[in-house]
């Protein structure tokens, strides 16, 4: 409802649409709220595309805050300290944000009635494993409960929802954001190793100066494969986003093919074992 109010409030801006979908009886909705500084403009190929997804485990509540105020931010209602208004903006003209504030509305509806550490949809798959690339692998420690991918990949309608976005949106940077670890992942998320190539390596140098400069090299770094740990406040996080946007000259993010995303921010609620 914030956001839906914020939108309102910004019809220059921002623009909300909002996407469903069905499958044997089961069905979800999803919010997408399209940032670009002259709304007539968004669908300006020339523009950088970046996607931001909250909110895709229900138990993560912080991530969806965090887009709130990311958005404030962007609609100038908020401000962050320190921050050349002028120089960001020259770099916000440059790009066209999509934000999913949450991505897995029912399950963020069962934590809301009392099921705290609930991570899964609303009929208990893992979103976060319903995607296509090594779907139903077993990792050493896979929790059948916590991790359940479905009955087959994208089977699911929250998946089908953000592939059809990603496919349509066609991303050059892709950031899903998550909580409860201090971890800047980066591809691949399905094997312990990063990709090789300069767009990997500037994918790292970018990580790198983000956690020194931004968060006191508290992150460890890695691909998501290779497991992580730690914490961060979502200001930080901030600062650590509108970085990305200043450097996202760069087209370094191969986007829309893998199960999760190409960096992911974490922050803390629940102390379980798997939060990506
Ligand atoms: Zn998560």
Redesign the pocket.
Known sequence: EEIESLVHRHPDKLSMEKISSKNRGYGAEMTVVTYCQNRKESDDRSKFRILLSFG??GR?LITTELALRLLSILSEEEFLPNMDRAALNKTLNKLVIKVVPMENWNGRKLVEAGELCE?RNGRGVDL?RNWSVDWGKKEKDYDPYEENPGTAPFSEPETQIMRKLSVSFEPHVWVNV???MEALFMPYDHKNITPVGLPSKMMTSMLEVMNHFHLKDHCIIGSGGGSVGLVLNHIKILSTLILLFIWGEFSFVETKKKRISNLTFLNSFCSVST??
């Open positions: 895709q485990h993560e991570r976060n998550h909580s409860g939060d990506y």
